[in-house]
């Protein structure tokens, strides 16, 4: 069974810094991935990442064992001609590759304690680790499992307690070499390259003859769910019905026909006639109850009634009556998304014959929401321009139409080239508070434009004007954090979006979704800064239909630049520590900077608790953050610290600090 690794991994400040807001939400983070890697060092717990990353798996097993302790399985085993000694172990939040965070990592530039464990590409190597958790919050980390990746644990633990698992073996040694050294052992069996050319053969053969695929929730074309083919979009907005030769309107594949709404015409109508009454000139015949004015005549079986001769009376028709409004002719219906395949000369990766490369999708693009809309209003999305595509791709949208270099709005699927421009339009909704979604899809990419409708009267999700203050002499290449606005003006939830960048929520992680917030929630913003010099990126973040943009500058070439490290700090406490002082130091990091420095720490943002802070400096580049607060508390406040230099050059770095005291007393 897995092999156990005494050792203590290293929390990382990311890692801290995660826990300590989970902890702040009343939520907890997952540990789903552990990696492997050569790196050989000491680590010192800003990390946020492995040195030289050779391998991630998912957890295999594990939870609890203690209060503050985690035993974590997992399997691996390297590519063929790959094997590796490891020097170093990662456990991420999430997969390191879509932006998981480093919680804690193990190494040793000791080479007594190297390697920690020789990974093979011959076979499976199982792992079992202890994680101590004492420095973070109760609770905060917990273990997601893989289930795949646990049953393949479990297939293994009982294969090595077999008592015999290779029983063939003692007498087939040189057979197995045999076997293993051959291109195709078994001949009367199909290998997994031939059943997966079958397939796509089989696929091939199926929708290029007309088939149609359907999918339901999957946004995605075919050409990247199947590995083939050109594909369009069918049926959008229509139901299917059978051919039937003998019947016109079902004659021609292809053919549409159907109303969502109709207006009958007098034709449709059933037959009937209207008519009053109107007295003549005979005195002594009255209206009345009896109908005195009317005779009724036999006309072999039938009956009509007509005016009496001797009454001079006259019948005429009444007015028109009814709006003449469209009835809805819509049978039961449910969405999904039907394709055709065009072409299958588009062969992806997953397999067999054909030649053509895989669908070039465009250059990402998206629509800002339309927010406060009016029920039932027509709305047009902002314009984009294609690029990116290889050639000519399809277009297809659901909910909505869309319009090409300004063109009549259409639904019907269609082609779009480089150069072209794009606009959405759709029908808001005609309920208040109601977002509805129109979903376009060009060569395979896709995207969401969604259309708010305003508030009921009395409901007020119209914030009042919040912004960010743009920072400027920037690192390159870095996530950089506005400070944090504090929403108000409404008294129901709001709905909250990103362009450029990506948002957080009362210190929870940042996020490019649309969101909701209310009133009193803090929101930060988080843009990627420019890898060129004196280079400006900006996010805008919308909320309710009020927009604040966030923009930061780089720093020119060569000239002064510092950064904080680590950024943001964490100051905690736990219920080992006792009454005391607790101190996290920043360090500051100048680049093409001349001595002596001086610096200065202002408070930018108090969200509570900064008066139990005290900042002091040890050196113009080494700040100190220390607290001795207790009870229950999780506050964070922003702070500016700007340094200069003797050539009269400075710059000004925003940090937030979170401090945090668990349970002492």
């Not at 080479?111 to 004492?134: E, K, R, W």
Request: charged share 10%; with cysteine; net charge negative.
């Amino acid at each position: 069974m897995p092999q156990s690794l005494p050792f203590a991994p290293k929390i990382t400040q990311a890692g801290l810094n995660a826990a300590v807001s989970a902890a702040g939400l009343q939520v907890s983070v997952q540990v789903t991935h552990i990696a492997l890697g050569t790196g050989q060092y000491n680590p010192v717990g800003t990390e946020t990442a492995l040195q030289d990353r050779r391998i991630v798996s998912p957890i295999a097993g594990g939870g609890e064992i203690a209060p503050t302790q985690l035993r974590l399985h997992a399997a691996f085993q390297a590519n063929p001609g790959q094997s590796f000694a490891c020097g170093e172990v990662g456990f991420y939040l999430g997969h390191p590759d879509s932006g998981g965070t480093l919680l804690a990592v193990y190494s040793s530039a000791d080479p007594a304690l190297q390697p920690v464990v020789y990974v093979s590409d011959q076979f499976l190597v199982t792992t079992s680790y202890t994680l101590g958790l004492s420095a973070l919050p109760s609770g905060s980390v917990t273990v997601l499992v893989d289930q795949n990746a646990q049953a393949i644990l479990l297939l293994i633990g009982n294969h090595e307690q077999a008592d015999d698992p290779h029983g063939d073996r003692a007498f087939a040694v040189m057979a197995d070499r045999l076997h293993t050294a051959a291109d195709h052992p078994h001949q009367q069996y199909l290998r997994s390259t031939d059943l997966e050319a079958i397939a796509i053969y089989t696929l091939k053969k199926e929708y290029s003859g007309g088939g149609v695929y359907t999918t339901y929730d999957d946004t995605r074309s075919p050409a990247e769910i199947l590995g083939f083919g050109t594909w369009v979009m069918v049926g959008v907005g229509r139901v299917f019905v059978g051919q039937d030769p003998a019947n016109v309107a079902f004659a021609t594949i292809g053919q549409q026909g159907g109303e969502e709404t109709h207006t009958l015409t007098a034709e449709e109508t059933p037959a009937h006639t209207h008519f009053t009454l109107n007295a003549g000139t005979d005195s002594s015949i009255a209206v009345s109850a009896a109908n005195t004015m009317v005779q009724r005549v036999d006309t072999g079986g039938a009956y009509s009634y007509e005016a009496r001769a001797n009454d001079g009376a006259t019948i005429s028709r009444s007015s028109s009556v009814g709006g003449g409004a469209a009835h809805n002719n819509l049978q039961p219906y449910e969405v999904v998304r039907k394709w055709r395949c065009t072409s299958v000369s588009n062969v992806g990766g997953g397999g067999g014959g054909g030649g053509g490369g895989a669908v070039v999708p465009p250059a990402a693009f998206s629509f800002s929401p339309a927010y406060n809309q009016a029920l039932g209003a027509t709305v047009t999305s902002n314009t984009v321009v294609i690029s990116g595509l290889a050639a000519p791709g399809a277009i297809s949208i659901i909910g909505g139409s869309y319009s090409v270099n300004g063109g009549a709005p259409t639904a019907v699927s269609g082609s779009i080239a480089n150069g072209d421009t794009l606009a959405l339009v759709a029908t808001a909704s005609g309920t208040y508070s109601t977002t509805t979604s129109v979903s376009v899809t060009v060569n395979g990419y896709s995207t969401t434009w969604q259309i708010a409708t305003q508030s009921a009267p009395g409901v007020d999700t119209v914030p009042n004007a919040f912004s960010f203050s743009s920072q400027s002499g920037v690192s390159r290449n870095a996530a950089i954090t506005s400070a944090s606005q504090n929403i108000s003006g409404i008294n129901a939830a709001t709905p909250i979006s990103v362009s450029g960048g990506s948002y957080s929520v009362n210190g929870g992680p940042f996020t490019s979704s649309v969101g909701t917030v209310v009133a009193g929630d803090f929101v930060r913003a988080q843009v990627q800064s420019a890898s060129g010099g004196l280079v400006s990126t900006s996010a805008t973040v919308t909320i309710g239909g009020v927009s604040a943009t966030f923009t930061v500058t780089t720093s020119s070439s060569g000239s002064f630049s510092a950064t904080a490290s680590p950024n943001p700090v964490s100051v905690n406490r736990d219920t080992s520590t006792g009454p005391g002082s607790i101190v996290s130091s920043v360090t500051l990091n100048v680049v093409n900077g001349t001595a002596p420095y001086t610096t200065t720490v202002t408070l930018l943002e108090d969200r509570g608790g900064a008066d139990l802070i005290t900042v002091s400096q040890t050196s113009p580049t080494l700040i100190r953050f220390s607290s001795s607060g207790n009870g229950n508390l999780t506050r964070e406040g922003t702070y500016q610290i700007t340094i200069s230099d003797s050539a009269g050059n400075s710059m000004a770095i925003s940090v937030p600090v979170y401090h945090t005291y668990f349970n002492y007393q």
